[in-house]
């Protein structure tokens, strides 16, 4: 398994007096995606995960779909490449198809479980997580140092377990800006629940694309921001 984490000796002020201790700090590693040889994307991210960023990455662009095209992913020393047949240029976001409801309980339970589950973040302070939520249980959650790669991952982890997206919650750590809206209805994901909130253009694009996005879920209380019929609201 990947370490997620280094220990580090630190010299911390407190009260007046000043010490050394050892703290955890998040581990970082430089990645790039490439799409048939071609570099899209290179940044910065938590170590590991890169097979899942990448199918993320691709998912959510729209540049592969569930059963469809054959990919052969290539990874080494940080570099992915990404083997796509009939690759086409990302078709413009459509509204999500589904028509799935679920009840307030199961965001509130799902983002719950959510907050209870980063253990690298309660042990560093510097990750964002995102994660996969169906009716009955919460999965592919994902830690990385940046938001949209842990989105990406799990996303990408959703994709390679073979979700129906159609079905399920993006839970999000992070702030919700109007790409995370744009790549969730590109996947079709109905919904976006997110312990933070939303950009006023993250909601404008979410009521057109059929999105219930729901923002600040802590406990039992939250904000709904567009299409709360999915919530029977």
């Known amino acids: ?11 911390t002020v407190q009260s007046g007096t000043v010490f050394q201790r050892e703290d955890s700090l998040a581990g970082e590693t430089g990645f790039t995606l490439k799409l048939n040889g071609r570099e899209v994307v290179a940044s910065v991210c938590s170590p590991g995960r890169l ?11 729209g540049l592969i779909k569930p059963g469809k095209q054959p990919v052969v992913i290539h990874e080494g020393r940080g570099v992915v490449n990404a083997v796509v047949d009939q690759c086409e240029p990302p078709p413009e976001p459509q509204p999500v198809r589904s028509d799935y ?18 253990d690298t973040f309660k042990e560093t302070g510097a990750t964002h997580s995102a994660a996969i939520g169906t009716q009955n249980s919460l999965c592919c959650l994902a830690e990385d140092i940046s938001r949209s790669a842990a989105f990406e991952k799990a996303v990408g982890c959703g994709y390679l377990d073979r979700i129906d997206a159609g079905r399920c919650v993006v839970v999000l750590s992070s ?6 809206v744009k790549k969730s209805a590109t996947a079709g994901f109905p919904f976006i629940a997110a312990v933070s909130a939303p950009t006023a253009k993250a909601v404008k694009d979410a009521e057109r694309f059929g999105i219930c ?7 039992e209380r939250m904000n709904v921001y567009s299409n709360r019929w999915r919530l029977g609201l």
Request: net charge neutral; charged share 20%.
């Open 175 to 180: 702030r919700v800006h109007s790409v995370f």
């Open 51 to 61: 097979t899942e960023l990448m199918y993320g990455y691709l998912y959510t662009e």
């Open 213 to 219: 996005l729901c923002g600040f879920v802590r406990g």
């Open 1 to 11: 398994m990947t370490q997620l984490s280094e220990i580090a000796v630190v010299t």
């Open 101 to 118: 409801r679920i009840t307030p309980e199961v965001i509130f339970r799902q983002v719950k479980e959510f907050t209870g589950a980063g």
